[in-house]
């Protein structure tokens, strides 16, 4: 099988990055998330705080910051659903757009909640790619059992990341077949628009069904083999004392964080 590049995000390394413990970082890009979420709307001193951190790992673990840009940048369109706060949030107005009989008013207090969300979703992302970019993804999922996650979590996720590529393969060779079967001389697909929807929609449900097939012969098979729910790994030892006072550091810096930023709104 000839797995996709783009699903798999991990660059190897020996950097320090690379060879902190995966529960070190897990714990650390939870607690920056909580943090992130935590902060203020219009807190800019306390998220350029935030993003110091960041480029700092992507500067350590020797990753490519145009790539690691690109990638944090998926948050983006997502953000765009809290764009009408900008029109329906009150506060002091600093457009007014004329819409026929109606009149639509930007507010400030509306562009900074946006803006917030924004740089909170950016900010939260580009933290997840730095640690998926650091850690392989076995050690991710070993990390969540020993921090006791819920194991049919870890299952899922487990499950998700091995047939997302499966997947992924089939739905390549459906795009092939289909290729196949509606070329013309010029070299281009034919078909309408509405042609080409309706053959989309069937791969679609082609691929759904062949999945849903294919979930029920690997659950009967895992059922056969006296699968319980866990996941088995290597049993990773107790966090040493660096690891320890890394972890607390870095809590340290985000609670302080968090209290400058409240500070600061207070004054």
Same mark, same amino acid.
């Given at each position: ?76 369109? @997502?953000?765009?659903?809290?764009? &009408?706060?900008? @029109? ?15 009149? /639509?008013?930007? &507010? ?5 909640? @946006?803006? &917030? ?34 194991? /049919?979590?870890?299952?899922? /996720? ?27 001389? &010029? ?39 006296? @699968? ?40």
């Amino acid at each position: 099988m000839t797995h996709i590049p783009v699903l798999d995000r991990y660059r190897e390394g020996n950097s320090l990055i690379h060879r902190l413990d995966p529960r070190v970082k897990l714990i650390l890009t939870l607690a920056f998330i909580v943090a992130v979420t935590a902060l203020p709307p219009g807190a800019w001193s306390s998220y350029l705080l935030c993003l110091l951190p960041v480029l700092v790992a992507v500067g350590l673990a020797g990753l490519n910051p145009v790539l690691v840009l690109r990638r944090s940048l998926v948050a983006i369109p @997502f953000t765009l659903a809290a764009l &009408t706060l900008v @029109f329906t949030k009150e506060g002091t107005a600093v457009a007014t757009i004329e819409l026929a009989r109606w009149s /639509v008013s930007a &507010t400030y207090e509306g562009i900074v909640a @946006f803006v &917030t969300i924004l740089v909170k979703a950016w900010l939260s992302v580009l933290t997840a790619t730095v640690l998926v970019s650091t850690t392989p993804f076995s050690d991710l999922v070993a990390a969540l059992r020993t921090l006791r996650i819920p194991k /049919v979590i870890v299952s899922v /996720v487990s499950f998700m990341y091995r047939y997302v590529f499966v997947i992924g393969e089939e739905a390549l060779r459906l795009h092939r077949a289909r290729e196949a079967r509606s070329a013309n001389p &010029t070299g281009s697909a034919g078909g309408s628009l509405l042609w080409r929807s309706r053959v989309l929609g069937g791969m679609i449900g082609s691929l759904f069904l062949r999945s849903y097939e294919r979930s029920e012969r690997i659950y009967a098979a895992m059922l056969s083999r006296g @699968f319980d729910g866990n996941i088995r790994a290597m049993r990773m030892g107790a966090l040493g004392l660096s690891d320890s006072l890394i972890i607390a550091a870095s809590l340290a810096y985000l609670l302080a964080m968090l209290l400058l930023s409240h500070v600061q709104r207070a004054g």
